[in-house]
């Protein structure tokens, strides 16, 4: 569906020099600085893939959708889409690909929603029958019927939002990019977009991607995450993943009936590479990183060898992970 | 062809709608039509004051420099109404909404303008015509059939010669990443039109026929009404003017487009 290789893309920066002497030598020979916004992507995606693409801010993330979408030329390394190259067969391309900028409208001010659709449905020159027919099934299950006919300029942010949401979708493309769509919404209607776009997801194996900060997003949607940071892929894979390599681990708190000095803890854990905290006499926490290979064994060999009057499993969640990701240098190395 | 066939479709539509949708809101369509109609009633005020004391202008008289200037308002309508995109480099460039315009199977200088377009500029067609009027009966002026077609033609003309001129203005901003003030240009100069060309010195002159050549929106059409042979040539020549304008704009636009998307560098 998705293929993209050793994608390139430069930009040329005007190195302004200080000063008015300097602003004057700009005029005759200007300095130009090179720089990547991204360097060297490579990935693939399979039809009907639901996946999240994230990054700091100027990770290179907007660069990259605004090349897949066929907006900029890369400078190097190619895409296929859909059996198109984005930037040559633009007008084509764009036929197959529905866009949702959340900051930017693409509904007529002055027009009601339903009659900026029935512009757009003469746009992508969508067959009238089946078009109405998909039509009526996007205003059902977004729920925007009750205010379709309304001046866009009389509706709210959410409102607006879910019209958003069916405007791209109007020519029932094979391919949704989503670029921050719940920025500024209240959580009932976040929750009213995701469900629909899981739907649209099960129902038609429409693939979407997904660039968001909002990190419950992503949990929500996306199994697979990538990552970019400095114009790189920094990571790419599942969810879990992810929490993984980048979480603090797992913790597992014990609370114990007899008196247990992290010692005696140590012994029974042997070898195993664990962090154990000491809270008071009765508490004791241990720390995992790779969860899914040690968790269980951690809480059966404790179990087994203490009395133990309660157990909390603490989690990194997927927010404090992203936070560890934006603060760690991209020193981490990629992998497959 | 088919694409043109289109867009003029979709454009056909967008105003369709727009009107519907402005005459389901009745009592705020009555008010804006009549806010129109004085605004434009109040232009038309002003324009006779000034021209009674035009007196004679190089063998014009003051009123086929009346009927000139209503000619005049016509295109000038149109070309306001359809190339409403004064904001361009703001809205489009540095708000970055062109990102957006790209990823639809439609040309995107037509977007811009459906995206921009001003309907209400229409009313300035009526008072075009309103000032023509007076003027066509003050002079004794008298048409043949199918002189109104001619009419639309040239008014048409005169709009893509506007609209070509702008466009290549506006395009501007694909390569330069300051903010540039095009509309102030655009607005000193489309003034030139409006009066007979010969009233100037042969450089203004030359440049209102071949650089930018706004006497072709105003003057040598409504030369062609006045019954002034001289300028026949002229008349029958705008509909070329209109369409190579439009094409040279047309043609500045897509190279900025592709620098846009980083195809030159």
């Known amino acids: 569906m998705i293929q993209v290789n050793h994608l390139q893309k430069e930009f040329r920066i005007h190195q302004a020099r200080a000063g008015l002497g300097g602003a004057f030598r700009d005029l005759f020979s200007r300095e130009y600085k090179t720089v990547k916004a991204v360097d060297d992507l490579s990935f693939s995606v399979e039809e009907g893939e639901m996946f999240a693409l994230i990054g700091e801010n100027g990770a290179g993330k907007s660069t990259t959708i605004k090349m897949l979408t066929g907006i900029l030329n890369p400078s190097g390394g190619e895409i296929v889409i859909n059996g198109f190259v984005p930037q040559k067969q633009r007008e084509d391309y764009v036929r197959s690909i529905g866009v949702v900028f959340g900051q930017r409208s693409q509904l007529w001010w002055d027009l009601s929603p339903l009659e900026s659709f029935r512009l757009l449905k003469s746009v992508y020159k969508v067959e009238e029958h089946e078009g109405q027919r998909w039509l009526d099934r996007l205003i059902e299950e977004l729920d925007i019927g009750s205010f379709v006919s309304q001046p866009v300029r009389k509706l709210s942010l959410g409102q607006r939002m879910r ?174 | 062809m088919g694409e043109i066939k289109h867009v003029l479709g979709i454009f056909a539509t967008y105003l369709g709608q727009y009107f519907k949708t402005r005459l389901a809101y009745r009592t705020d369509f009555f008010g804006e039509l009549v806010s129109n109609l004085i605004n434009e009633l109040i232009n038309l005020v002003f324009i006779v004051v000034v021209f009674q004391h035009v007196p004679l202008l190089n063998d014009w008289t003051r009123d086929e420099i009346i009927f000139i200037y ?135 002159r030359f440049v209102l026929t071949y650089v930018l050549p706004f006497a072709f929106v105003g003057v040598y059409p409504a030369a062609y009404f006045l019954r002034k042979e001289t300028w026949y040539a002229y008349a029958a020549f705008t509909p070329v003017v209109g369409i190579v304008f439009f094409s040279i704009g047309l043609v500045v636009w897509n190279w900025g487009v592709r620098k846009y998307s980083g195809a030159g560098s």
């Open chain 1, 163 to 336: 019209c958003e949401v069916a405007a791209a979708l109007i020519h029932k493309p094979r391919l949704l990019f989503l670029d921050e769509p719940t920025v500024g919404l209240d959580v009932l209607v976040k929750q009213k977009i995701r469900e629909f776009l899981r739907n649209l997801n099960d129902t038609e194996h429409m693939t979407i991607l997904l660039t968001t900060h909002d990190v419950t997003d992503i949990e929500a949607l996306c199994k697979r995450v990538l990552v970019m940071d400095k114009g790189k892929l920094i990571f790419d894979g599942l969810l879990e993943n992810l929490k993984e390599k980048w979480g603090n681990g797992t913790e597992v708190a014990f609370q114990f009936k007899k008196r247990t000095s992290a010692e005696e803890l140590r012994t029974v854990l042997g070898e195993l590479p664990c962090e154990i905290i000491r809270e008071n006499d009765f508490a004791l926490r241990v720390k995992v990183s790779r969860s899914q290979e040690m968790l269980p064994f951690v809480l059966s060999t404790v179990m087994a060898s203490f009395d133990i009057s309660d157990v909390k499993i603490m989690e990194a969640s997927t927010e404090d992970i992203v936070r560890n990701i934006y603060s760690t240098d991209s020193e981490v190395v990629s992998h497959g």
């Open chain 2, 70 to 204: 209503g000619f005049f308002l016509i295109p000038y309508a149109l070309f306001s109404m359809f190339f409403g995109f004064w904001d361009f480099n703001e809205r489009y460039i540095i708000r970055g909404e062109m990102d957006r315009v790209l990823t639809r199977p439609l040309h995107n200088l037509a977007q811009v303008c459906l995206e921009s377009i001003a309907p209400d500029r229409i009313f300035g067609v009526i008072t075009g015509l309103i000032i023509m009027g007076y003027a066509a009966i003050q002079l004794d002026l008298s048409f043949t059939w199918y002189d109104p077609f001619l009419f639309v033609g040239l008014v048409v003309s005169g709009m893509l010669i506007y609209g070509g001129v702008y466009t290549a203005i506006a395009a501007i901003s694909f390569f330069s990443d300051s903010r540039t003030g095009i509309s102030p240009m655009i607005w000193n100069i489309q003034q030139y039109g409006r009066y007979p060309v010969d009233v100037y010195n042969k450089v203004i």
